[in-house]
């Protein structure tokens, strides 16, 4: 680990003796369970002895190099890294030689700004270091386990991606959880792009329902690169996903969407902000919420422009379909304007299925169940229009009970 990386990880060490837990006041936070997030106890990473069976059978199956990581240590049994693309790079984090992991480390990650980024800088040594320098047209997938243990029942991991100049790739992480104990995941996703490079980033969040998942994705972008970056987010009894995106070179662009399901008494929480600081830059949010039974939905969308970055083009929207009337969204689309010359365009909408369509669909001789079903599935299967890969969309509509779509 190189210099930079060591003091960081020393000043966050020396902040968990004082650290304070986010309450209800901080507006980031104010959905969380706080009371359960208090009772997560983190540490060292540290190899488990959990008999994990088959985890081909939780995850998508994806051609191309794997990784998984358990509690924030590589398993190299349940790996795949015999065979790497050119210009692929893809290894354990912990033990890396410092001119390995030097440049992609030292890129403006290292802003601590809430407790739980403090507890990951400080035990999440452990994970993965992504290299691309190329176009290799493998999928690259990145496996997260939490399994909780008696010492400690949550685990921090890192996952760092460095795109080389005009290099594209296309990377999936998922994150799955192991028993029915509670206990969960606090993972930080560090991604950059040098300058015209492109990069299809997806996060298959899928925990058990018993468990916490805290994630949170910090992007720098140089001029001219791109960023897709699909979020499902369908696991947890609290999950949460945290986006910064800095565009920070003239032409970059940046595309996030996702789809949250929430069942039960499931909260999940989407936090995205996406900082304009260079000229001509675009960025588009877009997301989908279907909520039933008591879960909860909440999307915070932030677009930040600062000044001198005139010709800023954003846009957000965030549609939610509530199916329960304990079901419940919040839903807070943000714009902070510091330039001239922009286009920032935001909505946002919260609805029922429509009374109009089932009826004509039941007039059809559709049964009411089947209608709905089918209601639901044409608003939630638009956020997966645009997938490529067939494995993903089968293991997101199976995962969703819609396996016909």
């Avoid at 790996?79 to 890396?96: C, F, I």
């Avoid at 040594?125 to 997260?144: C, K, S, Y």
């Avoid at 699909?230 to 970059?252: I, M, P, Q, T, W």
Wanted: with cysteine; charged share 20%; aromatic share 4%.
């Amino acid at each position: 680990m190189n210099q930079a990386a060591l003091a960081f990880r020393s000043a966050a060490l020396e902040q968990m003796a004082s650290l304070t837990l986010p309450t209800k006041r901080d507006e980031a936070w104010r959905y969380a369970p706080h009371k359960a997030l208090g009772q997560l106890t983190f540490g060292p990473a540290t190899a488990t002895d959990a008999v994990l069976g088959d985890i081909d059978s939780q995850i998508p199956h994806i051609d191309g190099p794997r990784i998984v990581i358990v509690n924030g240590v590589v398993d190299s049994a349940q790996s795949q890294l015999d065979t790497l693309p050119a210009g692929v790079k893809l290894v354990s984090l912990a033990g890396m030689p410092a001119d390995l992991v030097e440049s992609a480390l030292d890129r403006q990650h290292d802003t601590i700004d809430d407790a739980f980024s403090i507890i990951n800088r400080a035990y999440g040594e452990g994970g993965a270091l992504l290299m691309v320098d190329g176009r290799p047209a493998e999928t690259i997938h990145i496996v997260d386990i939490a399994v909780p243990d008696v010492s400690q029942n949550a685990s921090a991991s890192r996952v760092v991606i460095a795109m080389e100049a005009e290099s594209s790739a296309t990377v999936v992480e998922t994150r799955i959880g192991h028993s029915d104990a509670f206990g969960g995941s606090n993972v930080r996703t560090e991604i950059s792009l040098a300058a015209d490079a492109s990069l299809e980033h997806m996060i298959l969040q899928d925990l058990p329902t018993t468990q916490i998942h805290l994630g949170r994705v910090d992007v720098m972008q140089e001029a001219g690169s791109t960023l897709r970056a699909r979020l499902f987010n369908l696991g947890s009894d609290y999950g949460r996903v945290a986006y910064h995106v800095h565009l920070d070179g003239e032409g970059a662009h940046a595309d996030l969407s996702g789809l949250y399901f929430g069942f039960g008494t499931q909260t999940l929480d989407q936090q995205i902000t996406v900082v304009h600081s260079a000229k001509n830059c675009t960025s588009r949010q877009s997301y989908r919420g279907v909520l039933d039974d008591s879960s909860t939905g909440i999307w915070n969308g932030g677009v930040d422009v600062r000044p001198g970055a005139d010709g800023t083009d954003s846009e957000q929207s965030n549609d939610n379909l509530l199916l329960s009337r304990k079901a419940e969204v919040n839903t807070m689309p943000r714009l902070e304007i510091l330039a001239d010359e922009v286009s920032c365009q935001h909505g946002a909408t919260v609805g029922q299925l429509d009374d109009a369509a089932l009826y004509y669909l039941r007039s059809r001789g559709i049964p009411n169940e089947e209608a709905s079903r089918l209601l639901i599935n044409g608003f939630a299967d638009q956020m997966m229009d645009d997938l490529e890969s067939d494995a993903i969309r089968s293991w997101i509509t199976e995962r969703l009970g819609h396996d016909d779509a």
